[in-house]
């Protein structure tokens, strides 16, 4: 496979288009299947059947200001990836956008062609697997004497990520995390050990060392590699317009707006900085993503009591992420 070095957000022989620019418009022929009929949607994401009962959400489609996205064909999709493996890497908003790419494929692909492997999901027509490997940091964390270490210049898990084709890698949203659902204790950079560090900093420090490994690993003739982009949450209605303290609860539109209110995330800025634009792709789904405030599942996903303002309902949102990925694959 040949990766062809295009502009961000622009298409190989399209550069016109930047399918990262544009609005959400009403399109009947959505959403691309029934979540309640896939079975890979996990509680968290299936928002109909934990009880959402507007349905406008499922009906948006992205129209990019200068092209389309192509249309989806996912018997298409498999044969252009015969024989390969997809890895989705990252923390749950990987897993949110696999359980996305394994819905679409299901949808067009005869049920009884689609195993369970040790690996991940075999689409057995096409000898295609696409999997998934939890990973939230990207960097290891490693259980030393004085407890739990974030190291931010160590990266091991990458032997696994190579036996995969196609790559699509996601990290930010468990950087900020802190108490007790921190799963580290301390963090590590060189020789220095450190109980706090400013978790931007501390994320963008893990993506170099991200990005070395890629320059190290990845030959682009052989292997696509993407990454994910920064996916925004929806717990402060004052970064659309509204009181701060409204959440995604209750939203049941889109903001009808080619720009969000408070602009892009700091941490989108890093990520276009760092990651090495001749061996990765970035799916840059953030503007898109942060129009979409009544796409989160709220208090619609099978954990009781919680307000989920930054995981996203399927069908929806990450459908159109895995469209994105789709018209890049298309176009290389
Ligand atoms: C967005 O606003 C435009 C102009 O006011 C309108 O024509 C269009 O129907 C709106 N779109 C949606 C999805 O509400
Ligand atoms: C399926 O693909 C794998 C590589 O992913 C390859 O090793 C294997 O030989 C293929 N199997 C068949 C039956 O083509």
């Known amino acids: 496979m040949v990766v062809v070095v295009t502009c961000a957000g622009r298409l190989p022989g399209r550069e016109a288009c930047d399918l990262f620019s544009g609005t959400w418009v009403v399109d009947e022929a959505y ?20 009880g959402r009962m507007d349905r ?13 996205l192509p249309e989806f064909n996912g018997r298409d999709l498999m044969a252009r990836l015969r024989g390969k493996k997809v890895m989705f890497v990252g923390d749950s ?7 996305s790419l394994l819905c679409m494929l299901h949808a067009a692909a005869p049920p009884a062609t689609i195993s369970l492997s040790d690996v991940g999901v075999l689409f057995e027509d096409y000898n295609l697997t696409v999997s998934y490997y939890l990973s939230h940091y990207l960097v290891d964390i490693v259980t030393e ?5 974030l190291k931010l210049d160590s990266l091991h898990g990458g032997d696994t990520w190579l036996t995969a084709d196609v790559l699509i890698f996601n990290t930010w949203h468990w950087w ?26 501390a994320f963008s420090k893990a993506l170099f060392t991200w990005a070395k490994w890629v320059r190290l690993n990845i030959d682009p003739s052989k292997k696509k590699v993407f990454y994910q982009g920064i996916s925004p949450s929806h717990y402060h209605g004052d970064e659309w317009g509204e009181s701060a303290l409204k959440s995604c609860h209750g939203e049941t539109q889109p903001l009808n707006s080619s720009t969000y209110p408070s602009g892009p995330p700091p941490q989108e800025t890093i990520v276009k900085e760092i990651i090495p634009r001749d061996k990765v792709t970035l799916l840059d789904i953030t503007l898109m993503s942060q129009l979409r405030k009544d796409g989160h599942p709220s208090t619609y996903s099978g ?11 399927l069908a929806g949102l990450p459908d159109t992420w895995n469209l994105v990925l789709y018209a890049f694959l298309l176009a290389s």
């Open 93 to 99: 908003l990987s897993l949110n956008m696999y359980d």
């Open 303 to 313: 954990i009781y009591a919680r307000n989920d303002c930054s995981h996203w309902c």
């Open 176 to 201: 900020p995390r802190s108490g007790p659902t921190q799963p580290w204790d301390y963090i590590q950079e060189g020789d220095e050990t450190f109980k706090e560090m400013d978790r931007t900093s």
């Open 31 to 50: 959403p691309l299947y029934d979540s309640l009929t896939c079975p890979f949607v996990r509680k968290e994401f299936d928002c109909l059947k934990y």
């Open 56 to 68: 406008e959400y499922l009906r948006y489609r992205w129209k990019p200001s200068r092209c389309e």
């Open 145 to 149: 004497k004085i407890g739990r270490v």
